[in-house]
């Protein structure tokens, strides 16, 4: 699935979690996360995020100038992050959930490069629900985009040099009438 020119900087494992795990998970968050619609500003403007969100952490995080406070982990999602961390032999103090509620809510293209995430971050990327469509594309050069469709369950690794040299996006799917929640485990220093 990932190309043979994205595979230093990337790896998929398409059913990290089971679809069962996935759908229970997927479940429990929509149901019991106090999530949050938060307003961003770009270039001057100021709306709504297109999508709700939660963090859970040790320290505080900030991206788009919104400030992420401490707030511990929930049972469930710490377990599954000691299971990233066994399975990837890298450790992660922190979660940002993404609650896409269907295919009018997105995230635009971006790379996450804040200074707290280190030189070279890992972010391990769970998807829940409906499968989207996660775009990479090329910082420099050509501007190659690729296309990814992400299934319930999969794990996405992003490390290396792919914050650096590529950004990411989901973008607005209109006939996509379900839910995903996007998990991204990273480590804040």
Request: no cysteine; net charge negative.
């Amino acid at each position: 699935m990932i190309p043979p020119e994205l595979q230093d900087d990337f790896v998929y494992i398409e059913n990290f979690l089971s679809e069962d795990e996935a759908d229970n998970l997927m479940n429990y968050l929509v149901h019991n996360i106090d999530w949050e619609e938060r307003e961003i500003t770009l270039f001057g403007k100021t709306y709504m995020q297109p999508r709700l969100i939660k963090w859970f952490g040790e320290r505080e995080y900030t991206y788009s100038n919104e400030r992420m406070r401490v707030e511990m982990f929930p049972g469930r999602l710490d377990d599954l992050r000691l299971k990233l961390e066994e399975n990837l032999g890298y450790k992660f103090n922190s979660v940002l959930l993404n609650y896409y509620r269907d295919g009018n809510d997105s995230m635009g293209r971006h790379s996450d490069d804040e200074k707290e995430l280190g030189i070279r971050p890992i972010v391990a990327s769970i998807s829940l629900g409906v499968q989207r469509d996660f775009v990479i594309v090329e910082k420099l050069g050509m501007k190659r985009r690729y296309v990814f469709p992400l299934e319930s369950g999969s794990l996405l690794v992003m490390k290396g040099d792919s914050q650096k040299l590529y950004a990411h996006e989901l973008p607005k799917r209109k006939k996509v009438k379900e839910g995903r929640i996007n998990l991204t485990f990273r480590y804040v220093y």
